[in-house]
């Protein structure tokens, strides 16, 4: 995943390199209106969940999450929608 928390970075214009001070990345089973890219769900692997993502170049990349997913979610949901900011 953090090959495609840099990609969603970079789509939005933040160079990864340039967050060393941090930044912050929403998600939500929701869509709203800031969110930019969406987490479509793939299927269970070794606990965890694979999702695919498609940036804006058409280009898209696939990741696993861990099983802490659940802490946030009550089931993985098919969609994660998210968003990230320069703090």
């Not at 930019?36 to 280009?59: A, C, F, M, P």
Request: aromatic share 10%; hydrophobic share 40%; glycine share 6%.
């Amino acid at each position: 995943m953090t090959q495609i928390i840099d990609a969603v970075l970079d789509d939005n214009g933040i160079e990864p390199m340039s967050v060393a001070s941090g930044f912050r990345l929403t998600f939500s089973a929701n869509r709203w209106p800031e969110s930019t890219h969406v987490l479509q769900w793939l299927h269970e692997e070794d606990g965890g969940n694979v999702y695919e993502i498609r940036l804006k170049d058409g280009s898209t990349m696939q990741g696993w999450l861990c099983p802490a997913l659940l802490c946030f979610f009550d089931k993985a949901p098919k969609q994660i929608h998210v968003s990230v900011a320069e703090i």
